[in-house]
């Protein structure tokens, strides 16, 4: 196997040297109110469907490679977009930016999300002005427009966060920020509550396997976050956010441009819950006391040869603390038993730095390398459970492309290096304890080759292959993936992907919500040899964009994905339930086993006139596992349906901005110690109204208008202590209607 891909990786090497180049030059200019130009230095042009960024010159004048017709964004914060489609014989391209904080002369352009028409992959980005929309607080809050991704929390307790992609936990789907693997390991379970909203510049959903450049991870997608750029023109950028709920926060951020290279941007983030509430009445806070610190610092520098270099560190301290309401910070401190209560710190440490350097004037072939350490540590207990774990992770990449008209390749060499340290203990009410330690290191090197081809505009290509070995488990990964698209027409459009992907599991922190139980993991079990969770997933996607609407900007997108494991770590809470010692095992150990997710997508978006969006979407979701004493069951705890629609309408000048939307989150498979049968299916509303002026947006609105929530998140909540304490059945709401007001404002320069 490895000579064929040897072979495969020279010949697609040598094809793609005598290949065409496909550059295309442009120059971003800014539209004065009276109708003159001048050129926009260090702004930025972003290929949707390259996902790829890069940034003019001082003269704003930029140059970047197309393999097929694609589409070009203009962007330079505190100005309107400016969009067009480009084909790699296209030259000469002007952009036309007017200011945004000119409330007077300027258009808001950009969309809250669009699907890309050109990409391989079908992909879903949403915009900065997607972010905004549902004035969501951090990253897990950002997707309740999205029926593809479903938030949910591991238990009624802690108020960790979970997505689900393609009806399947979030640990399956790969997590990067600006391109690097990102929230991995014991960071998971909170990590994207770590990501302010404000932070970001957009998301980029990407679903069924990926890119191999970026690892072996992506079983259900990838999502990528592009964070504020040290080149935007904001000297300050300050948000203000309260709610009903008790929930205030602030964001703050400041990009400085120290000379004609050397450009930085410093992000803070202050978020507190500053008393508890109990909606449901079961004697427990819905969500825990939080205080959240987040430090950032981005730099960057780029030569007028091409060549850059960015890196930066970020600081995050949380704290949290859950359970009964009567349980104070003073029984936190004492470790009292009086009342059940849970404590939560976690402090992370990220640090990256990135290089790229064009080995041609017309950037159409390039080195770059990226390096990335983390430090992660947590501090917790739940009732008469502590745990404690400590991460070091370090990551390399190197990476070499070659990109021509037709055909295009990248190669490389990556390592990631993991060191954990994990401390699982029981103390009984009299006062014994059973402690269980877990040390490990894993490494993960290996090559990736990844071949373009592209062919009249119609068709797309990408065959990628990578091959790692796994020093922990003592495997060699071969994981191959393709990804195919064929324009039928110039409005209707196929796709299809398929792949391998693998995930270390990581036993308490990818189920952390069974420590909100009165039921314990065994010792033993830490030392078990549970194997590489294995799958593959295979789908396609048909996109038509419809003749009608403002612009003709409509579309009717049907989709399909499968996956399928090889396998899984099953965590069995219904198996045995009366033992206290919960049920962990390998899928593959059992006689006839099987466990795959089948999952439809419809979405359906229109522009009824120039400013009036509407989007309506629905996935039905089939997923099924075999457990231990049940056989093949369909998945607990997942939803099968969700259907959102949202309406967005702006006034003129977009002074007013008032947007909807409506949910219908379908029932559940419940477990069978929580009395089987399915949760109801329940509606949820949301709304906001935002008010531009000259520098400054007020916004107000309302989450679950409809004041739907769940009475029975918590089972045996009278009797903490007992084995049959439960806090895991979660579907639906915990806390009522919430009312909430913000501020944004931006000093342009």
Known sequence: MRKISFVLLILFWSFSLYAQNGVVKGTVYYKNPNGTTEVLPFAQVYNLEAEKLVECDENGQFSTNVTDRATLIATYVGYSLDTLIVTPASRDLKFYLTGNNEVEESYVTARQAALSRLSAIRTEAITAAGICKMACCNLSESFENSASVATNYTDAVIGAKQIKLLGLSGIYTQMLEENRPAMRGLAAPFAMTYVPGQWLESIQIAKGPS??????????????????????????????????????????????????????????????????????????????????????????????????????????????????????????????????????????????????????????????IIADYTHYSTNSFFGIKDYDGYQNSGYFNFLYQNQNENHSIEVGASAQYDSYREFYRINTLLGLSVESNNTRTEGLFGAFAEYTYTKDEKVTAVLGVRGDYNTLYKRFLFTPRMSFKYNFTDDIIFRFSAGRGFHSPHLVTDNLGIMSTGRFLEPKVFSQNFDLEEAWTFGG?????????????????????????????????????????????????????????????????????????????????????????????????????????????????????????????????????????????????????????????????????????????????????????????????????????????????
């Open 211 to 368: 890119s191999v450049i970026n690892g072996t991870e992506a079983i259900t997608g990838l999502i990528n976050m592009e964070y504020r750029k040290p080149t935007d023109e904001i000297p300050l950028y300050f948000q203000a956010y309260g709610s009903s709920d008790a929930m205030v926060e602030s964001n703050i951020a400041s990009a400085l441009q120290l000379n004609d290279k050397w450009s930085t941007i410093i992000l803070g983030h202050y978020g507190t819950k500053l008393t508890s509430m109990d909606h449901n009445q079961d004697g427990f806070r819905d969500e825990p006391l939080t205080t959240q610190y987040n430090i950032g610092n981005r730099w960057l520098y780029y030569d007028p040869d091409g060549s850059q270099v960015r890196f930066g560190v970020n600081y995050v301290s949380d704290y949290r603390l859950g359970g009964q309401m009567a349980y104070t910070k003073e029984m936190a401190r004492e470790k009292s038993y009086e009342h059940w209560g849970s404590l939560v710190k976690n402090q992370m440490v990220d640090a990256f730095f990135k290089f790229g350097y064009p080995l041609r004037e017309d950037q159409s072939e390039s080195l770059a």
């Open 541 to 749: 996607n048909i996109t038509w964009y419809l003749p009608f609407g403002y612009e003709n900007n409509s579309y009717v997108s049907l989709e399909y994905f499968r996956n399928q494991f090889v396998n899984q770590l099953i965590v069995d809470q219904d198996y045995n339930y009366g033992n206290p010692n919960i049920s962990v095992y390998n899928l593959k150990d059992l006689d006839m086993s099987n466990s795959f997710t089948n999952t439809y997508q419809f979405d359906f978006s229109t522009d009824i006139s120039e400013n009036f969006n509407v989007l309506a979407t629905f996935r039905y979701t089939d997923a099924k596992v075999t457990l231990k004493g049940q056989g093949l069951v369909e998945r607990p705890m997942t939803s099968r349906y969700k259907a959102v629609l949202n309406a967005q309408y702006k006034t003129h000048l977009s002074k007013w901005i008032f947007d909807f939307t409506a949910q219908l989150n379908g029932p559940m498979k419940l477990y069978e110690f929580a009395g089987g049968g399915y949760s109801p299916a329940y509606p949820l509303l949301y709304a906001q109204v935002t008010h531009k002026m000259k520098g400054v947006d007020i916004y107000v609105g309302g989450e679950n208008l409809t004041n739907f929530r769940q009475q029975d998140a918590i089972i045996n909540a009278d009797n903490p202590f007992s084995i049959k304490f439960n806090a895991t059945p979660v579907w639906g709401p915990l806390m009522g209607i919430k009312v909430y007001g913000g501020i944004r404002i931006t000093i342009w320069k």
